[in-house]
């Protein structure tokens, strides 16, 4: 079973930038590809981003695309989500996820961080 921990949440100011880390442990990270979603309460998780485990193949969800980059260091276990022109809309929880394969659907990942609040202001 792969261990999740994210990190990096917070609270921001409209407009600005925030990067979130997710440390995995207990599995061979490389073959993992990751995922990150988030959600608010009352509403169905979101995807955000998705990495195969090489790196070479990203994703990024529509109301992200262009503001937020999902990237991976294999050498370090981790994989991060840089988060620019943040608006008041991307408040929400944090997670990431591993799995076999890249999906933007949560139920085809295996295992999830505990989650990472970000909070944007106006």
């Known amino acids: 079973q792969v261990q999740l921990v994210e990190s990096g949440g917070g609270l921001v100011q409209a407009g600005g930038s925030l990067r979130l880390s997710c440390v995995a442990s207990g599995g061979t990270f490389a073959a993992l590809a990751m995922g990150w979603f988030r959600q608010v309460p009352g509403k169905e998780r979101e995807f955000v981003a998705h990495?195969?485990?090489?790196?070479?193949?990203?994703g990024h969800g529509d109301s992200v695309k262009g503001r937020f980059t999902i990237s991976r260091d294999n050498a370090k276990n981790t994989v991060y989500l840089q988060m620019n022109s943040l608006k008041p809309e991307d408040t929400a929880a944090y997670y990431c996820a591993a799995g076999r394969f890249v999906s933007r659907m949560q139920s085809h990942y295996e295992s999830w961080g505990q989650g990472t609040q970000v909070i944007v202001s106006s």
């Open positions: 990495i195969s485990g090489s790196g070479g193949y990203t």
